[in-house]
């Protein structure tokens, strides 16, 4: 999902002792968590909505994503230059849209002037640029959308909205121990109590700023700690920070070299649930799910749900895009 900051170990590692090393009773080393009870299936999360099947962080592929019957939509996002959380991924506008340029250099206004269908062909994981590709929904007047259209959205579908995992980009600046993100979470936190979907809601960063900050805003929002395969110790040291500074889930890249059954089980005890990224073939699906994690983040959530026995085969894809299979190679 991003590159790993030399600062990064250093500031967590820090971050790590100052927690650790408060002897106050309140303090989140002192807490005792209570281990996790996970049920038959993991939940699933449908990654930036399910891009294979739908342009990504875009409204089409969560209704899609609803309409599938997952558990949990799963989306990013950055503020506009006129402040504004919107949904979108990079921190530049040139590999989903027709336009190009940074993100917070541009206005809501500006940002919705561009196709955010340009690029996307059905059963890419990720959009990649290609004209040679189908391209069924260029010019369908789809646009980047606001959060808070999405928290809108879920707020009148009441008990029957599915959950909501939303990650804080902390591009840019990377080399900021400081991030953008604050900022960010400053505009969200308030959007989501707004809403009242506060138990509906988990923010999720790869910064533990981010996350910390999210944490003194409101205690009772739930936060994800997103770990990198690029250092080999750090899912277990991501879980160790989240567990003395109280944060609820680790999430994993899935092909990091200490996520396994033991980090799994490891979390458990320690009261964390696990939720890696991004799965996409059947066999991974099968695999990962077989550790007992908690949920799953997948491009393409129809396979997910077919294999948990949950939906049949059918359209995967909404009305307008070419049907292809729930799961790729199929």
């Known amino acids: 999902m991003i590159r790993l900051h030399p600062g990064y170990l250093l500031l967590c590692c820090c971050l790590?002792?100052?927690a650790c090393g408060s002897d106050s009773g309140?303090?989140?080393a002192?807490?005792?968590?209570?281990?996790v009870a996970r049920g038959d299936n993991p939940i699933v999360s449908a990654h930036r909505g399910g891009a294979a099947y739908a342009p990504e962080n875009t409204l089409l592929a969560m209704d899609n994503a609803i309409r599938l019957g997952v558990d949990q939509l799963e989306a990013d996002t950055q503020l506009s230059a006129d402040g504004v959380a919107v949904l979108i991924h990079d921190d530049t506008l040139d590999r989903t849209t027709d336009c190009n340029g940074p993100v917070n250099a541009k206005t809501l206004e500006e940002l919705q002037s561009c196709d955010a269908a340009h690029w996307f062909s059905p059963g890419q994981a990720v959009t990649s640029p290609d004209d040679a590709r189908e391209h069924p929904l260029r010019g369908e007047g789809i646009t980047i959308p606001t959060a808070e259209a999405l928290l809108a959205q879920l707020a009148a579908m009441g008990d029957e909205a599915p959950g909501l995992s939303i990650e804080i980009k902390d591009i840019p600046p990377e080399s900021n121990f400081d991030p953008v993100g604050t900022q960010v979470a400053s505009?969200?936190?308030?959007?989501?109590?707004q809403y009242g979907l506060q138990d509906k809601t988990i923010i999720q960063s790869f910064w533990p700023t981010v996350l910390d900050a999210v944490k003194l805003m409101d205690s009772s929002i739930r936060t994800q700690f997103l770990t990198s395969s690029e250092l080999g110790i750090i899912a277990t040291l991501n879980l160790l920070y989240s567990?003395?500074?109280?944060?609820?889930?680790?999430?994993?890249?899935?092909?990091?070299?200490?996520f396994n059954a033991t980090l799994v089980d490891l979390a458990h005890t320690l009261g964390k649930q696990v939720i890696p990224w991004t799965m996409d073939s059947r066999s991974e699906l099968e695999a990962v799910t077989a550790l007992g994690v908690d949920g799953l983040i997948t491009n393409y959530p129809a396979c997910l749900l077919a294999i948990q026995g949950r939906r049949g085969q059918g359209e995967a894809a909404p009305m307008g895009v070419p049907a292809i299979a729930d799961c790729p190679g199929e």
């Open 16 to 18: 790590l002792l100052s």
């Open 26 to 28: 309140d303090s989140p």
């Open 30 to 35: 002192a807490a005792n968590p209570e281990p």
């Open 187 to 193: 505009v969200l936190v308030p959007l989501i109590q």
């Open 243 to 258: 567990t003395a500074r109280l944060h609820d889930i680790l999430a994993p890249d899935f092909e990091s070299p200490d």
